[in-house]
């Protein structure tokens, strides 16, 4: 008998709204705080300042409204676990548009303001269900802000590590999104129930081709929490450096998935 075929992870529309808002609103409070010479520390992403970084947040959550300026597509064609592959293609354009975007919006509580409003008029005017063109494919509008709150999840903590003292909040439906959807992108990218990784309390996906674990402790277990897992899988952080600093642990021969990492940059 053929192996059963794993459900798709769906997600709270309700929550996922909220979450995005949420996480949003969190950085807008932070960003309100920022004085001029900490909006020109560098970030970890490379030639960036705090204020790209900051317009570039700007700039995922209006990713929405591009895409709604256009007409749905005929049909779904991509799931929202592909989203993550996709994200390194546009890198270049996107370096591009961040500057440009900090250049015009020299007051980012004003722009943030505008793009939360804007992002609400639109939510409460669009169901779930309209597909946008997206840079992975077509996906539903709510599929699509599960994406949004990884971005969001991600660079607030880019923002954390940048200035400071900051510590902006997360949201937790929104971590709790992308530790889910990066964790279920890990398992395709992986197929297989060799090994089981474990980030507490959000998501526990098995992945790798060999033996299927079926009862009792899984012989390969991978476990981190949510903040680092979003690190490893976007390359902020190495399974290496990880590994030596005791943000993760990882037992059995099939355990070691530095290879597989980052999924997304």
Same mark, same amino acid.
């Given at each position: 008998?053929?192996?059963?075929?794993k459900r +798709?992870?769906t /997600?709270?529309?309700a929550?996922t709204?909220?979450a995005?808002?949420?996480?949003?609103g969190h950085?807008?409070?932070?960003?309100?705080g920022l004085d001029p010479?900490?909006?020109?520390?560098?970030t970890?992403?490379?030639g960036w300042t705090?204020r790209d970084?900051?317009?570039h947040i700007?700039?995922a959550v209006?990713a929405v409204?591009r895409a709604? *300026?256009?007409?749905a597509?005929p049909?779904?064609d991509v799931t929202?676990?592909?989203?993550?592959?996709?994200t +390194?293609a546009s890198?270049s354009?996107?370096?591009a548009?961040t500057r440009?975007?900090?250049?015009e919006h020299?007051?980012?509580d004003? /722009?943030?303001t505008?793009?939360d409003a804007s992002?609400?008029?639109?939510?409460?005017?669009?169901?779930g269900?309209?597909?946008?063109?997206?840079?992975?494919?077509?996906?539903?509008?709510?599929? /699509?802000?599960?994406?949004?709150a990884?971005e969001?999840?991600v660079h607030?903590?880019?923002l954390n590590?940048?200035?400071?003292g900051?510590?902006v909040?997360?949201?937790?439906?929104?971590l709790a999104?992308?530790t889910r959807?990066?964790?279920?992108a890990?398992?395709?990218?992986a197929?297989?129930?060799?090994a089981?990784?474990r980030?507490?309390?959000y998501a526990v996906?098995?992945c790798?081709?060999g033996?299927?674990h079926?009862? %009792?402790?899984?012989?390969?277990v991978?476990?981190? *929490?949510?903040?680092?897992?979003?690190?490893?899988?976007?390359?902020r952080?190495?399974?290496?450096?990880a590994?030596?600093?005791?943000a993760?642990?990882?037992s %059995?021969?099939?355990? *070691?998935i %530095?290879?597989?990492?980052?999924l997304m940059s």
């Open positions: 008998m053929p192996p059963a075929t +798709a992870r /997600y709270d529309s929550r709204r909220a995005v808002l949420g996480q949003l950085v807008r409070e932070a960003v309100r010479d900490r909006l020109a520390l560098p970890r992403l490379d705090v970084l900051v317009a700007g700039m209006t409204h709604l *300026d256009h007409p597509p049909r779904q929202v676990v592909q989203w993550p592959f996709a +390194a890198a354009a996107i370096d548009f440009g975007l900090a250049a020299p007051d980012l004003a /722009y943030l505008d793009v992002l609400r008029t639109l939510l409460a005017a669009h169901p269900s309209r597909l946008l063109l997206t840079n992975a494919g077509a996906l539903p509008l709510d599929d /699509y802000l599960v994406t949004r990884v969001l999840v607030t903590d880019d590590a940048a200035v400071p900051l510590d909040p997360y949201d937790r439906q929104a999104a992308a959807l990066l964790a279920d890990l398992a395709a990218k197929p297989g129930g060799s089981e990784v980030v507490p309390p996906v098995q790798v081709e033996p299927r079926t009862r %009792g402790t899984p012989p390969n991978v476990e981190t *929490d949510p903040l680092t897992w979003i690190r490893l899988a976007t390359g952080v190495g399974w290496r450096d590994l030596a600093e005791a993760v642990s990882a %059995g021969e099939r355990a *070691d %530095g290879g597989l990492l980052p």
